[in-house]
């Protein structure tokens, strides 16, 4: 070999490192006894001697194979990871799901498996998102290192999409390294740039094309309502073409039961990139909402910087940076009725602070109205009926419009 080659393949072994050749499949594990996901050697390795193909063909949101870790202190010189992906075919993804010492402390990626030749994956450490609002960023200097973890696990983890499908898919893995020199591939918008909502009422005004897209959980979604074509986004589609008479306003819901922000975040290039919005809205909170009173205070906090980074991030995707509704988290059913008001009232917050959004207080709505009449429009403990998403896209017109909304 060349001296010149020899420095290439120097410098290149020092830009990565090996954590784990997949050569002896033996190092993987799995806890589920009910057959979820299998795996086993693939005969035609990327690199080396071996692979690890793993299947999962049972609709479920959690299978994964996992295997301990042995981090070093020379861990936290590098930005990422880098591995081998040999997908199904699918419009599927897989996920990757790291920990630092409890199942809490967490991160997760996903990566598309529409190709079905091996191919190289490369996840910077800020691609990996926290698993819950409160663990801070990877490698950020309030955050944990990477020679905290401890867990990497491959398959599914949360692996469910807005049409509400458990995906079965299946993937190989080889050759997963340490890398340098990566940038993560999250781009954000910050908040203060996004445009205001006027700027949209006047193209719909002018009947020009509009798109919005909803982003959300469960309510968002319509469960209990029958679904998204009786959700508060299809309703306000329906009020704003006839109000504007405009047929071209679209609505692309893309909210998911279940949903939390870190959630939403996680399948973000799958559910929002390539969406090109003209105008957002979004709500959670009752899928991570405080459980003790004592808990309020930092977990609103919490709750709304990582709703903030959503959107910014949503933002970051598209081409343009869209305006912004924020819905104030609803109220609860029975003994939910005041457990998110704290949620309501930081996202009002972030309405005052940021006058460039717009806040559509469906919470002081719904609290105005009392819990009797309350509790009429709801289906269960957490999701309105069809008259509850009648009213939400009620308030959600007239933040935007200015204007009454229809009866």
């Given at each position: 070999m060349s001296l010149f080659l020899c420095l290439v393949a120097a410098v290149a072994s020092a830009q990565t490192k090996v954590i784990d050749s997949m050569d002896d499949i033996a190092l993987w594990k799995t806890n589920h006894t009910d057959n979820r996901i299998t795996f086993s050697a693939d005969a035609q390795p990327k690199e080396g001697q071996g692979a690890v193909h793993l299947d999962s063909q049972v609709a479920t949101t959690f299978a994964i194979i996992y295997r301990r870790l042995k981090p070093g202190p020379d861990w936290n010189g590098y930005d990422g990871f880098v591995f081998w992906v040999k997908g199904d075919g699918s419009k599927h993804f897989g996920d990757i799901r790291i920990q630092a010492g409890s199942w809490n402390r967490a991160w997760l990626g996903n990566f598309p498996l529409k190709d079905t030749h091996w191919h190289e994956v490369k996840l910077a450490w800020r691609d990996l998102v926290p698993a819950g609002a409160g663990t801070p960023e990877l490698g950020t200097a309030d955050g944990f290192r990477p020679t905290?973890?401890?867990f990497i696990a491959f398959g599914k983890?949360?692996?469910?999409n807005t049409r509400h499908q458990r995906p079965k898919l299946a993937f190989s893995i080889d050759e997963l390294r340490l890398v340098k020199g990566i940038q993560p591939n999250r781009p954000r918008r910050k908040?203060?740039?996004?445009?205001?909502v006027s700027t949209v009422v006047a193209k719909m005004k002018a009947r020009e094309p509009v798109t919005v897209l909803a982003l959300g959980d469960s309510i968002t979604w319509g469960t209990s309502a029958g679904g998204n074509r009786n959700a508060y986004p299809a309703l306000l589609g329906e009020m704003l073409r006839k109000h504007y008479r405009n047929d071209k306003i679209e609505i692309v819901s893309r909210a998911i039961g279940g949903s939390t922000t870190a959630k939403g975040r996680q399948w973000l290039n799958?559910?929002?990139?390539g969406v090109e919005a003209d105008l957002i809205t979004i709500m959670f909170?009752?899928?991570?909402m405080a459980q003790k009173p004592e808990e309020r205070e930092t977990k609103t906090k919490a709750f709304t910087a990582n709703l903030v980074t959503y959107a910014e991030e949503a933002a970051g995707v598209m081409k343009t940076a869209?305006?912004?509704v924020l819905l104030a988290t609803i109220p609860g059913n029975g003994k939910h009725w005041e457990s998110l008001d704290c949620y309501a009232e930081g996202v009002r917050e972030l309405g005052r602070r940021h006058k460039n959004l717009t806040v559509a207080d469906v919470n002081a709505h719904f609290k105005k109205m009392g819990f009797e009449k309350f509790k009429t429009l709801m289906a269960d403990g957490a999701h309105p009926n069809r008259n509850g998403q009648r009213e939400m896209a009620k308030v959600v017109f007239e933040a935007i419009t200015g204007e009454k909304p229809p009866e």
């Open positions: 905290d973890l401890d983890s949360w692996n469910f908040i203060e740039t996004f445009p205001a799958r559910d929002v990139r909170g009752f899928n991570e869209p305006a912004c």
